[in-house]
């Protein structure tokens, strides 16, 4: 079917929010496949990226951000830097706040940092899965005294609630405009940020305390053999320390295994091929600091 210019809507939409507020997961959900990386640790999301949803009527461009902090390092500073330019020419906002915690003084900043932008803003409430009685209507009540909304959904990206909804309520916002992104484009991500990021967040399931903020990945060298069906990855996690290297690597090699097969599996799924993956462990002391490692390593503004 040949897009109709007349009637065709397209748009930006940033999802900002605290680190932890569900915005990868929203991103996932909505894609119907994992395309970005989740977990409980904050500053999971490093890279600003932008999900492309296709249809017959519109292009929906999500961009994804790192969750907006007050920074205590270089890494922490870059983030913020990628999250703000993010809402520079975005057709919509959309604010994330987690249902299960009450208004916070960082929720009130980021709803300052919005107000000066003049987009459309939408106030999502998420993880309405984990919601008691009456938290939701709390929530949306908190956010109205400090910014006025052009719309409102409750969603939970767990459960698949009123994904449909969201959807349909930014949509309505979007501009007429052309695809900016081919229709079979799914992410502007370069294969090898996705196959690192999908590393990174095994090393975050996997490991506890100060590792996972330490942690840095990099694929060194990709190769694909069609014949056989095979993708070869090898790439090099960095750490700041030698007791992190170990924590990684485990007893007897145990963990880094472990990290291995589990991204193995996950980019199987994606690459939809079979995947051989060589990790390799490095130390690479106090790179977070470094501003010039951070970009090499592609996240915040990135290379």
């Given amino acids: 079917m040949h897009d109709d210019p007349s009637q065709f809507k397209s748009g930006f939409v940033t999802l900002v929010g605290r680190p932890n507020s569900g915005k990868s997961t929203l991103i996932n959900a909505i894609m119907g496949k994992k395309v970005a990386i989740t977990s409980h640790v904050p500053q999971t999301t490093r890279h600003r990226f932008r999900a492309v949803v296709n249809s017959d009527s519109y292009q929906l461009i999500l961009v994804d951000t790192p969750g907006l902090h007050k920074p205590i390092d270089a890494l922490g500073e870059e983030l913020n830097r990628s999250t703000l330019k993010s809402l520079e020419s975005v057709d919509l906002i959309a604010m994330l706040l987690d249902v299960s915690k009450p208004l916070g003084k960082g929720d009130i900043w980021?709803?300052?940092?919005?107000?000066?932008?003049?987009?459309?803003?939408?106030?999502?409430?998420?993880?309405?899965?984990?919601?008691?009685?009456?938290?939701?209507?709390?929530?949306?009540?908190?956010?109205?005294?400090?910014?006025?909304?052009?719309?409102?959904?409750?969603?939970?990206?767990?459960?698949?609630?009123?994904?449909?909804?969201?959807?349909?309520?930014?949509?309505?916002?979007?501009?007429?405009?052309?695809?900016?992104?081919?229709?079979?484009?799914?992410?502007?991500?370069?294969?090898e940020v996705i196959i690192a990021e999908?590393?990174?967040?095994?090393?975050?399931?996997?490991?506890?305390?100060?590792?996972?903020?330490?942690?840095?990945?990099?694929?060194?060298?990709?190769?694909?053999?069609?014949?056989?069906?095979?993708?070869?990855?090898?790439?090099?996690?960095?750490?700041?320390?030698?007791?992190?290297?170990?924590?990684?690597?485990?007893?007897?090699?145990?963990?880094?295994?472990?990290?291995?097969?589990?991204?193995?599996?996950?980019?199987?799924?994606?690459?939809?091929?079979?995947?051989?993956?060589?990790?390799?462990?490095?130390v690479r002391k106090g790179w977070r600091k470094d501003a010039s490692q951070i970009r090499r390593f592609g996240y915040g503004e990135g290379l």
Avoid: C
Avoid at 125 to 148: C, F, P, R, T
Avoid at 158 to 182: K, Q
Avoid at 254 to 268: C, N, P, S
């Fill in 110 to 191: 980021v709803m300052q940092l919005i107000a000066k932008i003049s987009a459309h803003r939408i106030l999502v409430i998420s993880k309405a899965d984990l919601a008691k009685e009456g938290q939701a209507e709390a929530q949306i009540e908190a956010a109205k005294k400090h910014l006025d909304w052009d719309g409102i959904v409750v969603l939970s990206s767990v459960s698949g609630f009123n994904i449909d909804g969201f959807v349909d309520t930014v949509t309505a916002f979007l501009p007429a405009g052309p695809r900016w992104f081919p229709a079979d484009t799914s992410t502007d991500q370069p294969i």
């Fill in 198 to 282: 999908f590393i990174r967040e095994k090393i975050l399931l996997s490991t506890f305390e100060e590792v996972p903020h330490a942690v840095g990945v990099q694929v060194d060298e990709m190769q694909h053999d069609s014949k056989r069906g095979l993708y070869s990855i090898y790439a090099t996690i960095y750490v700041e320390r030698d007791s992190q290297k170990g924590i990684i690597i485990g007893k007897q090699g145990e963990r880094i295994k472990v990290i291995g097969t589990q991204a193995r599996e996950d980019l199987e799924r994606f690459l939809a091929d079979r995947v051989y993956i060589d990790l390799r462990v490095k």
